[in-house]
């Protein structure tokens, strides 16, 4: 079992930045890729960023250029640096860790942009 801890949400005015964290700890070998979704009300979760153990990114289009995800293997985090947030960004994110065949998610954070 892997077990992923967010931190970092919060309220935020448009224009504005946040630094959300993600934590691995557990069983944590073999885990290969990380990274954010997100589930605004009303809608499908969403894929934010991504990245690979070797580093490699994707990002949504709509946050490319505004978001910078981050990960460090020897300490098991995964980062999602956010600037520029709009109102539109508002949602609840998701850490997630790929090990193997099996997803592991992390219990949500808020992040609400007010205009």
């Known amino acids: 079992q892997v077990q992923l801890v967010e931190s970092g949400g919060g309220l935020v005015q448009a224009g504005g930045s946040l630094r959300l964290s993600c934590a691995a700890s557990?069983?944590?070998?073999?885990?290969?890729?990380m990274g954010w979704y997100r589930q605004a009300p009303g809608k499908q979760r969403e894929l934010v960023a991504a990245i690979l153990s070797g580093g490699l990114t994707n990002y949504a289009d709509s946050v490319k250029g505004r978001f910078t995800i981050s990960r460090d293997n020897t300490k098991n985090t995964v980062d999602l640096q956010m600037n520029s947030l709009k109102p539109e960004d508002t949602a609840v994110y998701y850490c997630?860790?790929?090990?193997?065949?099996?997803?592991?998610w992390g219990q949500g954070t808020q992040v609400t942009v007010s205009s």
């Open positions: 997630f860790a790929d090990q193997l065949a099996k997803r592991y």
């Open positions: 557990g069983n944590i070998f073999s885990i290969n890729r």
